[in-house]
């Protein structure tokens, strides 16, 4: 039994609706969230030397579950965290290192032994949409609306990208196990807030109308049968 089953929430690396982020962080331009949880079952992928977990608006789990396997109630509420200590509190950087709040017992949780080793160390950086303007027309806006100057303008900060987790040899992609690789590719591609597919890595577009994410599955479905042929 896990924090996500105890709290009856969202699963692990259940990607969220790309609308569904906006309702939820209204004043949130984008966000990225570097997570290094350390403890047993989160060993780094081969050839890390740590484990590092990226995720932006569109990926981060509300609860991450501790896989220590005897620990009761155990995890980390990451939207919790990021919804009072980072957004409501106006972080552009935010750094903590939190200890799983489960505790180590039997495994239904009747007896207790102590608390959990396991901790996460949370690194966040957020824009958020800068309202310059209070008026009739101040209305939450985005990117399309801002080129049109209604007043609203992203906070020019720095988005600094590493390529620790987007951009890995070929060895390290073999030995992946199937979530990794899902994790691996939920940072890889990435649908933003204004429903476009771009890559996580480098930031650039793959497609933009469901024409095009159409046309790339089909490209796909064609050269698969070429992949992993040696
Ligand atoms: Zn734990």
């Known amino acids: 039994m896990k924090l996500s089953e105890v709290e009856a929430n969202t699963k692990y690396l259940t990607p969220r609706a790309p609308s569904t982020f906006k309702k939820a962080y209204p004043t949130v331009e984008t966000i990225r969230v570097e997570m290094r949880p350390v403890g047993e079952g989160f060993e780094p992928f081969a050839n890390m030397t740590e484990r590092l977990e990226i995720y932006n608006e569109n990926t981060f789990p509300a609860i991450i579950d501790c896989r220590n396997p005897r620990c009761y109630g155990g995890g980390l509420q990451l939207d919790h965290l990021i919804r009072w200590s980072v957004v409501e509190a106006k972080q552009t950087e935010y750094e903590k290192t939190i ?7 039997s495994p239904k949780g009747r007896s207790k032994h102590g608390p959990c080793d396991t901790y996460f160390t949370v690194k966040v950086s957020v824009v958020y949409i800068k309202k310059l303007h209070d008026g ?24 600094t990208r590493t390529l620790e987790v987007a ?25 933003d807030h204004h429903g476009i597919l771009k890559s996580g890595a480098a930031g650039y577009p793959l497609a933009v109308t469901r024409a095009q994410a159409k046309a790339l599955i089909g490209y796909l479905t064609e050269i698969s049968p070429t992949i992993g042929e040696l």
């Not at 200890?99 to 017992?105: A, D, H, I, L, T």
């Not at 890995?168 to 649908?191: H, P």
């Open 136 to 159: 009739p027309h101040a209305v939450s806006t985005h990117q399309d609306e801002m080129s049109k100057g209604t007043g609203y303008k992203p906070v020019s900060k720095t988005l």
């Open 167 to 191: 951009a890995v040899d070929i060895g390290t992609m073999a030995k992946m196990s199937s979530e990794e690789y899902q994790t691996y590719l939920r940072n890889t591609f990435i649908v």
């Open 99 to 105: 200890w799983c709040q489960g505790y180590e017992g």
